[in-house]
């Protein structure tokens, strides 16, 4: 299971490499997590995780146990993560609403 949680990872690094941010996965004690830093504001930083929802669904994760989305959508857990990460001014980032 843990190489499916890499493989997804990856893929969700891959497409927030393309907006600027730094990634790195992490695989230990058969756990795998996704680093990610805004190369803009290093100071914006993140870990991400993969598991299952209790329906079962594999979702990405926050570390304090809210769901980004799930793994078949890369491209909104990329939006989500990136308007999480992002720093003020960011070109294209429309504030999230209070």
């Given amino acids: 299971m ?3 949680a890499i493989g997804h990872l ?3 690094g ?3 490499e393309q907006r ?8 230990r004690g058969g756990h795998a997590m996704l680093n990610i830093t805004n190369v803009a504001a290093p100071a914006l930083a993140e870990s991400v995780f993969t598991a299952p929802d209790e329906e079962g669904a594999l979702w990405f994760w926050f570390p304090w146990q809210t769901r980004i989305g799930p793994v078949a959508d890369i491209i909104a857990a990329a939006d989500r993560i990136e308007r999480v990460l992002a720093e003020v001014g960011r ?3 429309t504030p ?3």
């Fill in 96 to 98: 999230a609403a209070p």
């Fill in 14 to 16: 891959t497409e927030l």
């Fill in 10 to 12: 990856e893929r969700l």
């Fill in 20 to 27: 600027r941010f730094a990634v790195r996965v992490r695989a």
């Fill in 91 to 93: 070109p294209g980032h």
């Fill in 2 to 4: 843990m190489i499916d």
